[in-house]
């Protein structure tokens, strides 16, 4: 999600607060560096000084990288964050090149003096205080909000505490060397304390300059990835993971994700189905990191699943030919399979175009499954209109009831309700009147209740029975629909 304004109010002021600190302590260090004459604390001054360029970008850069996508940057101005933090690594590692230069001239040649005054060591100390205090600050703020370029602030200020502590050491040694008149030599710890620092500043500078090459070359973070398949391998209706790719882009983190999930799935499961893998993602992301803005994309392909029965490849393979099959028959026949179904395709087609595309049909089906042998298909048109009926229940009792007792013979007593017979309007019944002799064409939907424990299997051959019964009783029956529920249904509409 989008950062919020206090989250952006305070990462600037974290930034601001850095700079302030940096301008205070490089101005102090430089006087006293002029007043002494010590080459350490120079070197810290310069370290300072540039700790204020690198503030000063950082200030920057989070101001920018907090700016929301446009037409130019698509994925947002989040990279301004590690191109600073990149550049705050190069500017230190100068830093440390002239120290370095500074300190052999006097080691080797011996130029410069050292004036020792309380003035040196005070604000080294000053200084491990301010860098200690602005150290947690950006520290606390960059976790919080994933900055990768307050986090480099941070870093360094952090290791200019142990540069400090390493700059007064040195001092000391040269303020007791010429107290108590110890070896010559040990004047020259001021030098050899600079290299520390150097030493310092070159490993953190290295460590950072990867760290943000890293960002800016899109590595991935880590074992994220691998974590986050692993728990999308979790998710039900996930049959694999083909690809996670994450990359991190200043404080926001942005993953694709490729999973395969069984093609019998609708559009609305297939939706349900990302979403749940982008909260998963987005979970996975935030125990790994404390990123808050995270930008996922998930991409699904349909595959053949482990599970699909016959006649779910054929429902499949129908839709996927723009047609529907249904009333689908499965029958083994000497150790094979064969197929029949019903097929609807489109009303206006001539025989020769329909019998192609279920021809079509039989060759697809035939090749997705080696057991089937034989598939035979019944060409329909579909059934789209609607029609016009009467509710004449009431003006039929004695049959209604009689349909009820033979449906009670097959489900139980009491089991049937609810019945409703339905005939064409008065204009139509009269024309199929001379058709049925007499006897009117009726629609029934009759109400049956089964055993809630019962298999379904047994529950739909009882069902075809009592269809079979009442057909054979009224032939004048046009649709007949048998409705089955457990008992708990009849109790709940009572």
């Known amino acids: 999600m989008p950062m919020t304004k206090d ?14 600190a940096a301008v205070g302590l490089t101005g102090l260090k430089i006087l006293v560096a002029i007043l002494t004459g010590s080459l350490g604390i120079m070197a ?23 700016r929301p996508a446009d037409a130019d940057h698509n994925y947002g101005h989040g990279k301004v964050e590690n191109l600073s933090a990149l550049l705050e690594a190069l500017l230190l590692l100068l830093t440390a090149a002239w120290v370095i230069f500074e300190a052999s001239q006097r080691l080797l040649f011996h130029t410069g003096h050292v004036e020792i005054n309380i003035w040196a060591f005070i604000v080294m100390l000053v200084s491990i205080v301010v860098d200690i205090t602005r150290s947690r600050l950006l520290l606390r703020v960059a976790k919080k909000l994933g900055s990768q370029a307050l986090e480099a602030d941070a870093l360094h200020f952090s290791t200019d505490i142990w540069s400090s502590a390493v700059v007064i050491l040195g001092l000391l040694i040269v303020y007791l060397t010429q107290i108590f008149h110890l070896p010559i030599w040990l004047e020259q710890a001021d030098a050899i304390a600079a290299f520390g620092v150097s030493g310092i500043v070159i490993w953190v500078s290295l460590k950072l300059a990867r760290e943000t090459s890293d960002a800016l070359l899109d590595k991935s973070p880590g074992p994220l990835a691998m974590q986050i398949q692993q ?60 990123l808050d803005d ?11 699943s482990s599970q699909e029965s016959i006649t779910d490849q054929i429902y499949y393979l129908a839709e996927h ?26 009303a206006d087609m001539s025989l020769e175009q329909a019998h192609a595309v279920a021809t079509r049909l039989e060759q697809a089906v035939l090749q997705t499954n080696q057991r089937l ?5 019944h060409l329909e048109p579909p059934d ?76 739909h051959i009882d069902a075809e029975k009592i269809k ?9 029956l046009n649709t007949v629909i048998i409705h089955t529920e457990p008992p708990e249904a009849s109790i709940s509409r009572s």
């Open 468 to 476: 079979r019964a009442l057909r054979r009783s009224y032939p004048n």
């Open 294 to 304: 995270i930008d996922v994309v998930v991409h699904v392909e349909p595959v053949i």
């Open 7 to 20: 989250a952006q109010r305070e990462k600037t002021t974290a930034a601001l607060s850095s700079v302030l």
């Open 44 to 66: 810290e001054a310069a370290h300072s000084g540039l700790d204020l360029i690198a503030a000063l970008m950082t200030f920057f850069a989070v101001r920018v990288a907090d």
């Open 384 to 459: 789209e209109k609607i029609v016009q009926r009467q509710d004449v229940t009431d003006q039929y009792q004695e049959m209604a009831s009689h349909m009820c007792r033979i449906a009670d013979g097959i489900a139980g007593t009491g089991s049937a309700h609810d019945i409703h017979l339905y005939r064409p309007s008065k204009a139509l019944a009269e024309i199929r009147g001379h058709r049925t002799k007499g006897a009117p064409e009726l629609d029934l939907v009759l109400h049956t209740i089964f055993d809630a424990q019962a298999p379904l299997s047994q529950v």
């Open 231 to 290: 728990k999308l391998m979790s998710l039900e209706q996930v049959i694999s993971v083909r690809r996670v790719r994450v990359r991190r882009a200043g404080n926001k983190c942005f993953a694709d994700v490729i999973i395969q999930a069984s093609r019998l799935l609708s559009f609305d499961q297939i939706h349900q189905l990302s979403e749940s893998v982008e909260q998963a993602t987005i979970t996975e992301v935030h125990a790994f990191s404390a």
């Open 321 to 346: 030919h723009g047609v529907h099959a249904h009333h689908i028959h499965v029958r083994e026949v000497a150790e094979q399979l064969e197929a029949d179904f019903d097929l609807e395709v489109q």
């Open 373 to 377: 042998r034989r598939v035979t298909t």
